[in-house]
């Protein structure tokens, strides 16, 4: 199965754009529609999974924030992240959703090999992470560990719809508004501020190439 690939362009509305996503897996579910992948940006905003707790989103004046129907806590779209919308059959690919979920992490760790990003998961957090030798160690002693990419799905009638987001060059600033999924005890990073001099377009086209390689 290959998916139609679509780059929306601009800064996509929230609510208009997953309402398209949502009537776009309905139709696949109903077998009227191949399956898709849309590669977005969208203005700066917080979503609201339905695992948010109210005491995470810490300044709430500061963007619009969005209740949304995918798993997880709270989370930051804005200009310089790429977000993925996944709207794919995971009834015909096997109906495992954990497999499913850890395709759309492995999905991302490949894709960031590709920059020679050593992404990661880690037990008990969600989302992809990456080592932070360059900066001081935690209050432990622990090397730093900050998140570049989040995860969060919803399936209905086995077609998923949400997805992931990647940090090409966000302003990290903006993440100060939430508690980012819940998480306290880490920060934020991006690949620009990895050091990497990369642009929206190297990271789809990195997305696309490397698509097969985890789901076939």
């Not at 754009?17 to 700066?44: D, K």
């Not at 495992?96 to 760790?109: A, G, K, N």
Request: hydrophobic share 40%.
């Amino acid at each position: 199965m290959t998916p139609e690939w679509q780059v929306l362009p601009g800064l996509s509305p929230y609510a208009e754009t997953c309402a398209r996503m949502e009537a776009r897996a309905e139709a696949i579910a109903a077998g009227t529609a191949p399956e898709a992948i849309w590669l977005v940006e969208h203005p700066a905003l917080y979503t609201a999974g339905t695992s948010a707790d109210p005491r995470d989103l810490t300044d709430p004046g500061r963007f619009p924030v969005f209740e949304t129907r995918r798993g997880g806590q709270y989370t930051y779209h804005g200009p310089g992240q790429r977000v993925v919308y996944a709207m794919l059959d995971v009834g015909a690919r096997g109906r495992d959703v954990r497999r499913f979920v850890w395709q759309l992490e492995e999905w991302v760790i490949v894709t960031l090999s590709e920059f020679n990003v050593t992404a990661e998961r880690r037990a008990g957090r969600v989302g992809v992470w990456v080592v932070r030798p360059d900066l001081p160690p935690g209050p432990g002693g622990d090397a730093r560990e900050d998140k570049i990419a989040a995860i969060g799905v919803r399936l209905r009638r086995w077609v998923s719809f949400h997805g992931l987001a990647i940090n090409v060059e966000p302003d990290l600033t903006h993440f100060d508004g939430i508690v980012p999924c819940g998480i306290r005890a880490h920060g934020v990073t991006s690949l620009v501020d990895l050091g990497l001099p990369v642009t929206m377009e190297d990271v789809d086209i990195a997305l696309r190439r490397s698509f097969p390689r985890v789901f076939g």
